[in-house]
């Protein structure tokens, strides 16, 4: 694929009180290009626990190429589950959403799961959601 429909990807993780903060970095590292920037900012739970938010915006298509080719490491029962889900996954707003097991990730495996945020903005014209869900099946070819 020459060109890649995204605008962007988001990707998010929140790091508890119980966990290490450099293994939940990680984890995300895991999906993302050498070297690249991770934001972190420190929030408060609402027992009053450190939550540390961690996260990071791919924007060049060379390092969304990146993103995507550690996503092509999903199984493929769980590509498949993607693609039958896939309207529910691509909002109105064009926007595609998934979530990827930190703990899997932490070992340098990318699996669906709980723990990193995925959003990925979908670039569709018309800005539609069909146009958005066509782009994204092709992303996932």
Same mark, same amino acid.
Do not use: W
């Given at each position: 694929?020459?060109? &890649?429909?995204?605008?962007?990807? +988001? !990707? #998010? ?7 290490? *903060?450099?293994?939940? /970095?990680?984890?995300?590292? %895991?999906? !993302?290009?050498? /070297?690249?920037?991770?934001? #972190? ?7 009053? *626990? #450190? &939550? ?15 993103? !995507?080719?550690? !996503?092509? *490491?999903? @199984? +493929?029962?769980?590509f498949d589950? &993607?693609?039958? /889900?896939?309207?529910? #996954?691509?909002? /109105? $707003?064009?926007?595609?959403?998934? %979530? ?8 340098? %495996?990318? %699996? ?13 014209? @018309?800005?539609?959601? @069909?146009?958005a869900v066509? $782009?994204?099946?092709? &992303?996932?070819?």
């Open positions: 694929m020459s060109s &890649i429909p995204l605008h962007y990807i +988001d !990707l #998010r993780a929140f790091c508890y009180v119980t966990e290490d *903060d450099s293994r939940v /970095e990680d984890a995300l590292r %895991t999906f !993302l290009p050498e /070297e690249f920037e991770i934001e #972190r900012t420190e929030s408060t739970g609402y027992a009053g *626990d #450190r &939550i540390v938010v961690l996260s990071a915006r791919v924007e060049k298509a060379d390092d969304l190429r990146t993103v !995507l080719d550690r !996503l092509g *490491d999903l @199984p +493929d029962e769980e589950r &993607i693609r039958d /889900e896939l309207d529910e #996954r691509v909002t /109105e $707003n064009c926007e595609f959403f998934l %979530t990827l097991d930190k703990q899997a990730a932490f070992a340098g %495996t990318a %699996t669906l799961g709980d723990g990193i945020k995925l959003r990925g903005k979908v670039e569709a014209y @018309p800005a539609k959601k @069909p146009a066509e $782009n994204v099946e092709e &992303i996932l070819e």
